[in-house]
């Protein structure tokens, strides 16, 4: 009985600690989505509430109709077109990528392998000049190809964890399709990646979690806002010279935040899965 007694206390702490913890990550989240509801005035004046006193629904209206004539369904079309098309190109050729270290022998690979991991350690500061003075030197300036079309050679974080996912795969699957009449890139598209689905998925989640929060990548490579992303569209609520609408930028950006939620929700098994499976090895 005594057994059960500590059992039960130790269940209802550790649900009260994890309890605690999620309300402090929350926080910061129910207060910005409770100023998205109040006037800009109201915001700052007591900093902790929640709940605004009087409910200004019309924040959402004001804050959709953007700037100069530039309404949020702009930002959203061309975030939309830029987290879609680099999330395929990322996914695809990863995983060609990830193929080619997995299953084909060729000269030199370790060191190729070496060398792509440890791309993953260099911060973009390091890269960001270098990349800047190349995309102008090619007059890409101002348009979606920065941001879009080096996803298209692969993504190192993606390429390890497909990867790691294909070894578990048995290299008989691929001798047997051979035998059948496959060549290489049939036992790519019909075998392999049919089998790692779940390592696709996740890492499309993470290149769609990347792109949609993108920041400084469209404020280096944009320079109209007619091609503006959500993330860069928020910033031109905040005006120095000017006053702010609080309360519509929170509400924008409170939106800005749904289709992650909606992802994630949708999704979350595949995270989950793909992770916990891409480090056994058969």
């Given at each position: 009985m005594e057994y059960k007694?500590?059992?039960?206390?130790?269940?209802?702490?550790q649900h009260l600690v994890l309890g605690t913890f999620t309300l402090i990550m929350l926080y910061?989240?129910?207060?910005?989505?409770?100023?998205?509801?109040?006037?800009?005035?109201?915001?700052?004046?007591?900093?902790?509430?929640?709940?605004?006193?009087?409910?200004?629904?019309s924040n959402y209206v004001e804050g959709w109709e953007g700037f100069a004539g530039i309404t949020f369904t702009t930002?959203?079309?061309?975030?939309?077109?830029?987290?879609?098309?680099?999330?395929?190109?990322s996914i695809f050729s990863s995983a060609l990528i990830?193929?080619?270290?997995?299953?084909?022998?060729?000269?030199?690979?370790?060191l190729w392998?070496?060398?792509?991991?440890?791309?993953?350690?260099?911060?973009?500061?390091m890269t960001m000049i270098p990349q800047y003075i190349m995309f102008n030197w090619f007059g890409w300036i101002d348009t979606y190809l920065p941001l879009i079309l080096p996803t298209f050679f692969g993504i190192p974080f993606f390429i390890f964890l497909i990867m790691q996912f294909i070894r578990t795969i048995p290299k008989e699957l691929d001798q047997a399709a051979r035998i059948d009449g496959c060549n290489t890139f049939s036992i790519f598209t019909r075998?392999?990646?049919?089998?790692?689905?779940?390592?696709?998925?996740?890492?499309?989640?993470?290149?769609?979690?990347w792109r949609w929060d993108d920041f400084m990548a469209p404020l280096i490579y944009l320079q109209t806002p007619e091609k503006y992303p959500v993330s860069?569209?928020?910033?031109?609520?905040?005006?120095?010279?000017?006053?702010?609408?609080?309360?519509?930028?929170?509400?924008?950006?409170?939106?800005s935040l749904l289709p992650i939620i909606v992802i994630f929700f949708i999704f979350q098994r595949y995270i989950v899965?793909?992770?916990?499976?891409?480090?056994?090895?058969?």
């Open positions: 007694t500590k059992k039960k206390i130790k269940k209802i702490t910061p989240l129910v207060w910005m989505l409770g100023s998205s509801f109040k006037e800009s005035s109201e915001v700052f004046v007591d900093a902790h509430a929640i709940f605004p006193e009087s409910w200004k629904f930002f959203y079309k061309n975030t939309f077109i830029i987290v879609i098309i680099s999330t395929v190109g990830a193929y080619g270290f997995a299953r084909i022998p060729f000269r030199g690979k370790k392998f070496v060398i792509m991991m440890l791309t993953m350690m260099l911060p973009f500061e075998i392999i990646l049919p089998l790692v689905v779940p390592a696709l998925m996740t890492s499309a989640i993470f290149s769609f979690y860069l569209a928020l910033k031109l609520f905040s005006d120095p010279e000017a006053v702010t609408n609080w309360g519509a930028m929170f509400a924008m950006t409170s939106l899965e793909g992770i916990s499976t891409s480090g056994l090895k058969g």
